[in-house]
């Protein structure tokens, strides 16, 4: 005879135990759970610490590949320092009009004018090239949206300022288009 079939009162408490537990899962999962949360996990810009200490950590080609990630992070955290709080207007080469707002708080707006949805799951740089003199840079701004992500190629040479689609890495169809400062506008985002 088995242990559990000798008491009766342990196995009736254990199947009460499963149900409380069963219950208390759709009940966190109705009311935003951990599903719910991962999902709505926002994009945020990397303060590239990781990465450093991963350099002072490493030795060899292992630095190496840990000094070149450290690198293209500190790139990405320069172009979203100057991508922050701006609202580029204009168009690409194809005739799309472009007017999108990027805040420091990780709001983002697209299609301004047309009062376009509001995106608050945050944004991010990745993929950032810098130019050699320092006065330009070629980047790509992702953000997401229901069902995939908003993806912008920014480029900057000097004072003028492009936008225009990425694809493999590489802006395409950058147009001419002009920043103005949208800190006022992100206070009300």
């Not at 759709?26 to 350099?55: I, N």
């Not at 840990?66 to 080469?93: F, I, P, W």
Request: with cysteine.
């Amino acid at each position: 005879m088995s242990r559990v079939g000798r008491h009766p009162v342990r196995r009736g408490a254990a199947a009460a135990l499963c149900v409380l537990v069963a219950v208390a899962g759709l009940a966190a999962a109705e009311a935003g759970g951990p599903d719910v949360a991962a999902a709505a996990a926002k994009f945020r810009q990397p303060t590239c610490a990781k990465e450093k200490a991963k350099v002072r950590k490493t030795t060899g080609q292992k630095r190496r590949a840990a000094t070149a990630k450290h690198k293209q992070c500190m790139a990405n955290l320069a172009v979203y320092q100057e991508v922050a709080d701006s609202h580029l207007v204009g168009s690409r080469t194809d005739g799309v009009t472009i007017d999108t707002i990027y805040c420091a708080n990780g709001k983002w707006q697209d299609d301004v004018g047309r009062g376009g949805a509001v995106g608050t799951q945050g944004w991010r740089v990745v993929d950032a090239r810098m130019a050699r003199d320092g006065r330009g840079f070629t980047a790509t701004v992702e953000a997401k949206i229901p069902g995939g992500r908003h993806v912008q190629a920014v480029v900057k040479d000097g004072d003028r300022w492009q936008v225009g689609y990425e694809w493999n890495g590489e802006a395409h169809n950058a147009g001419d288009v002009e920043r103005s400062d949208a800190s006022s506008a992100c206070a009300t985002l």
